[in-house]
């Protein structure tokens, strides 16, 4: 029985594709031509898309190596050490986001912000509730 549900399935949506494609043929046309132009509009912008990821890849390694360097060299104390760790890698996020990820703050990336907002705040919940469940286990499982 499942066979025969399988291939009805199966034909339906053959008929769906061959539909598709022999009405909309001229559309599909009109696509590629207009890729094609887009593409061939574009030809500047590909030349010079190298420069961000070259300059993120720049401010990673400096941002990288200016912690490792105070760490490794035990030049400060211990907490201005952990203060310029975190501050190096809260910076790195932002490079990542901006050179990497090309996250922009704009209108018509506006979902993008918010799904990055979401995630974080997820994110965020799940350490906070992770750390706060084993201190309370801690404190109940000792033994006073």
């Given at each position: 029985?499942?066979k ?18 022999s ?8 696509i590629?031509a207009?890729?094609k132009?887009?593409?061939?509009d ?7 898309s190298?420069?961000p990821?070259?300059?993120?890849f720049?401010?990673?390694?400096i ?21 310029t ?8 996020i932002?490079?990542h986001?901006?050179?990497?990820m ?26 906070a ?5 084993m201190?309370?286990l ?5 033994d006073y």
């Amino acid at each position: 029985m499942s066979k025969l549900i399988l291939a009805f399935i199966r034909y339906c949506m053959g008929l769906f594709i061959h539909f598709c494609l022999s009405c909309r043929f001229n559309i599909m046309i009109n696509i590629i031509a207009n890729q094609k132009q887009h593409l061939s509009d574009t030809s500047n912008v590909r030349e010079n898309s190298a420069r961000p990821y070259i300059i993120g890849f720049i401010l990673s390694i400096i941002l990288t190596i200016i912690p490792f360097w105070m760490v490794t060299g035990a030049t400060s104390s211990k907490r201005t050490i952990l203060a310029t760790v975190i501050t190096m890698a809260i910076i790195q996020i932002f490079v990542h986001l901006i050179y990497f990820m090309h996250t922009k703050i704009s209108y018509e990336e506006c979902w993008n912000l918010v799904s990055l907002i979401f995630t974080t705040v997820v994110i965020a919940i799940i350490i906070a509730g992770s750390l706060w469940i084993m201190y309370h286990l801690n404190m109940n499982m000792m033994d006073y």
